[in-house]
């Protein structure tokens, strides 16, 4: 059984997380993960305090396994992160901002700190600060992310933490970005990870609150059907851009008629932008693909059928141990 440090610093069965992926994850989405093995941790950013405090006890009515919150830091309140600190959920989650407040809250609640970044220094940054894990995000994932890929970074990352803490502890390191199966579980062991986070797979899942139109183009996809872009966020929310985020998208019509005009988007008058926003709001409540914005990662192109949550962390663990086995003929024990 393939067992690691992030296993034990959780308390979980198999070293593999649910991203927070804000409004596409949901209670039933989290519930599933945990109760598979994994870590299920549920986006807290777009919900009221009062609403993290329910959600957070419907889950904890639904399993008795360890699961997280996330908070976008950038875009989070005092009182989103009080709520969770309060809530029943053994880990925060946080990413994209600046970091040492946090961390200090929740070593003061008593709640292990989990922090995804995109470069090998911010990697030291949060192990200095106290992560109990360090999330280190490829540019190949999907949402927001950063402009190194995972195959480099995490290595990468992987030094900076052990220079940064010479004497140790040291938190162990949660690949993330461009990882939908096992064999990217066994090549993020490989690069000195102890664990997986996966996004995109979560979403072509039954239980994920994403649109059936959405799920079915992630499963269509190439590994080539997505563009790193700042279409999405100078509609969207200009703010991502100034803390060094892009998007990664399906390549829908709604963004590429905007990308190679960026600059004329970013100079649109506001009301513009937001009527171009409520455009893509109309079309996903409509499930208009087209005319959608679908934040995925470059995995899209290895996911091909849409299933229950709890079979894919099922099928990612059995298929990490097969590659590691078949893997042994090249040496070792
Ligand atoms: C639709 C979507 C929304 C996301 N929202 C968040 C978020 O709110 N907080 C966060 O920490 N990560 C968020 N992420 C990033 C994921 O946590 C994760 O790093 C990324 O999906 C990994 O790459 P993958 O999609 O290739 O698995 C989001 C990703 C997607 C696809």
Known sequence: MLRTRVCEVFGIEHPLVLGGMG??????????????????????????????RESAEQIRGRTTRPFGLNLLIAFATGEQLEACLAAPAPVLSTAWGEPAAFARRAREAGVAWMHMVQTAAQAAEAARLGAAVVVVQGHEGGGHVGHVSTL???????????????????????????????????????????????????????????????????????????????????????????????SRALRTRAVLEWVGREEELRRLPEEDRRAIGARWAQARAGDRLDDMVILTGEDSGLIHDVLPAGEVVRRVVAEAEAVLTGLRRYGGA
């Open 152 to 246: 480099p970074l995490v290595p990468a990352a992987v030094d900076a933490i052990a220079a940064a803490l010479p004497d140790g502890p040291r938190p162990p390191i949660v690949a993330a970005g461009g990882i939908a199966d096992g064999r990217g579980l066994a090549a993020a062991l490989a690069l000195g990870a102890e664990g997986v986070l996966l996004g995109t797979r979560f979403l072509a899942t039954d239980e994920a609150p994403v649109p059936e139109v959405a799920k079915r183009a992630i499963c269509a996809a190439s590994e080539a059907d997505t563009v790193f872009t700042t279409v999405v966020d100078h509609v969207q929310r200009p703010q991502w851009l100034e803390i060094g985020a892009h």
């Open 23 to 52: 409004s596409a994850t949901n209670v039933d989405l989290v519930v599933a993960v945990c109760e598979a093995g994994g870590l299920g941790i549920l986006g807290a950013t777009g919900l009221s305090p009062e609403q993290i």
